[in-house]
């Protein structure tokens, strides 16, 4: 009696659910953790079939668990824990843990069934599951902040490099020019202080070939002191970034001879310059004074790179799609083996000699010319003179290409 006594309170004090039911799966006991698992009142479910408390999906299997174990004795869910929804009154669907045993009490079949409520343990680990994937959501986009910011900094590393070595590229440029022009300037001034004094001299006993061929030295060297000077100014115009072009339309017949006229000035002794244009159409568009200025660096290179009583070829020629401007001589030429730095800055050919010059020159041509969206092409040998084409496409007044 103590022990039946005892048993039932046990049952009754269970912190999980208790049901047993008999044969044919009706409900004969809930204790009352089980009646408040599933949110009924003690008798309430007494003689209903256990289905009740199952979702729709769970009805149908279990009347058939139990006539196939008492048919066959194959245990499915007897002697097994496992977990399952369950049916609350209130029609709202729970996790639980089952454990099912079977009895023998007085020639009948008891089946107790064990519930261990799963809702607080599944809310935890949906919480847990969702701060997981919050968490790597997160380590993930901080992962992508790192990278881009990686990234960001790797650029404005790069940016920051390129800028010292163009300050380093243009510093050493400056320091090279300055070497370069002290040298540059010292020979023509020093040509034209000898030159006066030597005019002078022969002023008083009127030599006037002496007198015209130290004119000739003088005019040559300032000459010479206007190209320096001229590409200083183009080259900090460039460096700068204050140049632009700036398209108009003229004629180019009237405009190269000009030009020709004005650059047989500066010519050596019987040194002709011919100019010649092919095409029908004499009007071009283009920025006049960046072109003159590419023209008259060529001229003058063929001018100082040619001898005396020698031939420079102009030409100018317009065809449907492009304008073409060439010029060439027949002077010292270009060694194929500086052809591949020709354009760098400072750069000179190994066979000038002592014939002066920047080596900035093509470097500003180039330079000049990409401005304008053209190209330069050359052709050049050692001893068989130099040939550039500048090559523009065709445009019309309103800058648009044709």
């Not at 009754?12 to 004969?28: K, P």
């Not at 698992?37 to 309430?44: A, K, P, R, V």
């Amino acid at each position: 009696m103590e022990s039946a006594k005892l048993l039932k309170a046990i049952i009754e004090t269970a912190i999980d659910g208790i049901i047993t039911i008999d044969d044919r799966g009706r409900i004969e006991s809930m204790n009352p953790s089980a009646l408040k698992i599933f949110g009924y009142e003690e008798g309430e479910l007494t003689g209903k079939n256990i289905s009740i408390l199952m979702p729709e999906l769970d009805k149908s299997k279990h009347e058939s668990y139990i006539i196939n174990y008492q048919n066959t004795g194959e245990k499915k869910i007897i002697g097994k824990g496992r977990e399952v929804k369950g049916l609350k009154r209130d029609g709202s669907i729970f996790p639980f843990r089952l454990a099912v045993s079977e009895v023998q009490y007085q020639d009948r079949i008891i089946y107790t069934g064990f519930i261990h409520d799963l809702s607080k343990e599944k809310e935890a680990e949906e919480l847990l599951k969702k701060y997981t994937i919050e968490l790597e959501q997160l380590v993930e986009d901080r992962t992508k902040s790192l990278r881009k910011m990686l990234h960001e900094l790797e650029e404005a590393k790069e940016e920051v490099n390129i800028s010292l070595e163009k300050e380093k590229e243009l510093n050493r440029m400056k320091s090279r020019f300055v070497s370069m022009a002290s040298h540059e300037f010292r020979t023509p001034l020093s040509s034209i202080q000898l030159s006066t004094v030597l005019i002078e001299k022969y002023l008083q006993t009127s030599d006037t070939p002496q007198i015209l061929r130290h004119l000739y030295k003088i005019k040559t060297a300032i000459n010479s002191l206007i190209g320096i000077l001229n590409d200083f100014l183009s080259l900090e115009k460039l460096e700068a970034g204050v140049v632009s072009p700036n398209d108009e339309v003229f004629n180019i017949i009237k405009f190269s001879e000009e030009l020709t006229e004005e650059m047989q000035l500066m010519t050596k002794e019987d040194q002709i310059i011919i100019y010649q244009h092919t095409g029908s159409e004499n009007e071009v568009c283009i920025d006049q004074s960046l072109l003159r200025n590419c023209l008259i660096n060529l001229i003058s290179n063929a001018i100082k790179y040619s001898g005396e009583r020698t031939l420079i070829e102009f030409s100018t020629e317009i065809n449907e799609k492009e304008y073409f401007f060439t010029v060439k001589d027949n002077g010292i030429g270009i060694p194929v083996e500086d052809h591949a730095a020709l354009f760098q800055p400072f750069f000179r050919a190994h066979n000038t000699g002592n014939i002066p010059g920047t080596g900035l020159g093509l470097n500003i041509v180039r330079r000049y010319i990409s401005l304008m969206d053209g190209k330069i092409l050359f052709e050049s040998s050692s001893g068989k003179g130099t040939g550039f084409t500048l090559i523009f496409g065709k445009k019309t007044d309103n800058n648009t290409s044709i």
